[in-house]
């Protein structure tokens, strides 16, 4: 019942997306949303099952045709977040938060806790969302983190969001986590995740026929808090992934990956940890992540995790990263 990724698309160019047969509707009572507006707006708009529960096969595709994203790099995030927060047995993950919708869960310590499970992909320092150990909701649209995302496009881009905002508002953003969030934690995947999701929208929410590398405030609003493509919406010109990430990071490279030690202001770096460019690290703090989760699986559900694991390599075979089989090979 798993299904191999989907290959590139036929037309790989640009293309209205916001079109009659893909219309954005309310939410049902039950639909599922979470902390990507990526995956959001794909929901609202048919290209993803409504309800927030798709295979990845279904994500990487959704990605790719609702948005152009490059299909490494769809693979890519959808495997790392298919193995830690899915269902590995019925191919199932949730977008947003833990639901019975995805099927009998494998025993513990799995958790299948859907996209919003704090820790595992869902991580700290995001841009419209709040931490999640404030408390409140840390998946859902947060107005005052929005409010600041349009400071310092104001501020860095003329009122637009680019790749000079994302350097100063991703570097803010982490000395905020640190001076006020007790529990502030940045490492492995999420210091990778952090990097490129602050490039997603300006890539992927800039209009394809104008494609200037400058996301208005307007487009943005649409997309981070009611997960809508603007009207008359085309796509990336190109497949495209988190194109101008070194960028983002080099406007302050002295950040390093770790966590709060006893309370907010004590941020001790983590030499355990991938940075930017220990993507070997990453790979294989993922795998023994993996392993955590799935100690010893049997039947179907070994099978299944060999299988994503082998698509989720496969997604960076040309990064030189040795391959592990944990659960050995079909
Ligand atoms: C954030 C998953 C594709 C844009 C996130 C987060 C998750 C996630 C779990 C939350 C991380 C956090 O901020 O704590 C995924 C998965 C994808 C995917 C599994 C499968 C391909 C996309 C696409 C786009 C996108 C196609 C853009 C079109 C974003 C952005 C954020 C984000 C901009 C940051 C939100 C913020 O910081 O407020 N994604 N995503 N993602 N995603 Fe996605
Ligand atoms: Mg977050």
Redesign the pocket.
Known sequence: IVDPPPGPLVFEGTKLVNDAAHPWRELRPGDIR??????N??ANHGYLPRNGIATPGQ??Y??QE??N?WGK???F??Y???LV?GNPITNL?S?GGKTWRTGLDPPPPARVGG??D?GL?????????TDHSFGGD??G?NQA?FDQ?VDFSNEYGNGFYNLTVAGELRYHLIQQGIATNPSFEFVNG?FF??YG??T??I???VDGRNYNGQLSMAAAET??KDGKYPDDFWRAPAPIGAFGIERVFMAHPTVIPGRNVGGVNNYVFDPTSADLIKFCTLYSNFVDQVLGLYPNPHGLLRRNLILNLGWFYNSIDDSGCTERFPYGQL
């Open positions: 979470g902390p990507c507006p990526g995956l707006t794909l994500i990487i959704a990605a609702g948005f994203m790099t769809a693979r995030i959808t790392s977040a298919m927060s993950l977008i996209l919003s704090h992909f869902e991580g700290d320092a995001s841009m419209t969302r840390h998946a649209f983190q995302f999420r995740s952090a999701e602050s997603f929208p890539n992927h929410f997309f981070f």
